[in-house]
């Protein structure tokens, strides 16, 4: 987690600028001669969150974790699955990563399923079901349910795949959405026609 600035302005106050270079322990800003000889880039590979960044996560997961049913959806099973596998109309190599594969059986996931986390500043249920259209998030979710199925990561009856959306602004709230039967043949159709066009390219 990235901090404040460590340097001290010549005022002899703290610098409050947000740190990008890293040293030894310490961040510092961009501003010339705040950051000591030496401080750069984190190393290659980490991604840097600030503070409040940090602080949003949290009261994020803490509403997932206290809401009965979304929290019951992400446990019991394995979470960012990376998936690969061939498709076998096209015989392209595919892949994805896949936030949530529920190993759960109950009433919405009797067979497991796939399950995708999304943030969201919608403030209504029908906002965030216009942008989950207008993003493609069907395509998405057919995507990794049908992969996750040619992998073997899930059986051939396996539940419909799950959103559960959480608020980004105050009172984060969480509601768990079930892809219906002719949202996933809708993103089926969307995906199979992608990679049509990407088998066409390629030609």
């Given at each position: 987690t990235a901090t404040a600035c460590q340097a001290i302005t010549k005022g002899g106050d703290g610098c409050k600028s947000a740190g990008s270079l890293y040293l030894e322990g310490k961040w510092y800003c961009r501003v010339r001669g705040h950051a000591p000889e030496g401080a750069g880039p984190?190393?290659?590979g980490l991604?840097?969150?600030?503070?409040?960044?940090?602080?949003?996560?949290?009261?994020?997961?803490?509403?997932?974790?206290?809401?009965?049913?979304?929290?019951?959806?992400?446990?019991?099973?394995?979470?960012?699955?990376?998936?690969e596998w061939t498709d076998p109309e096209t015989r392209i190599e595919c892949r994805g990563r896949v936030d949530y594969i529920s190993g759960r059986v109950d009433y919405l996931t009797p067979h497991g399923g796939v399950i995708d986390l999304k943030s969201t500043r919608r403030e209504?249920?029908?906002e965030f079901v216009r942008d989950a259209a207008s993003g493609l998030y069907y395509g998405q979710l057919a995507w990794y349910h049908d992969g996750a199925t040619l992998a073997g990561r899930l059986?051939?009856?396996?539940?419909?795949?799950?959103?559960?959306?959480?608020?980004?602004?105050?009172?984060?709230?969480?509601?768990?959405?079930?892809?219906?039967p002719s949202a996933l043949e809708a993103g089926r159709i969307l995906y199979r026609d992608l990679l049509t066009k990407y088998q066409q390219c390629v030609a």
């Open positions: 984190p190393a290659a991604e840097v969150i600030a503070q409040d960044e940090l602080e949003l996560v949290r009261l994020c997961t803490d509403s997932v974790r206290s809401h009965k049913v979304a929290s019951a959806l992400l446990s019991g099973g394995k979470a960012e699955q990376e998936i209504t249920v029908r059986p051939a009856g396996a539940s419909q795949p799950l959103i559960v959306a959480v608020s980004t602004t105050e009172p984060y709230d969480v509601a768990p959405f079930q892809l219906a």
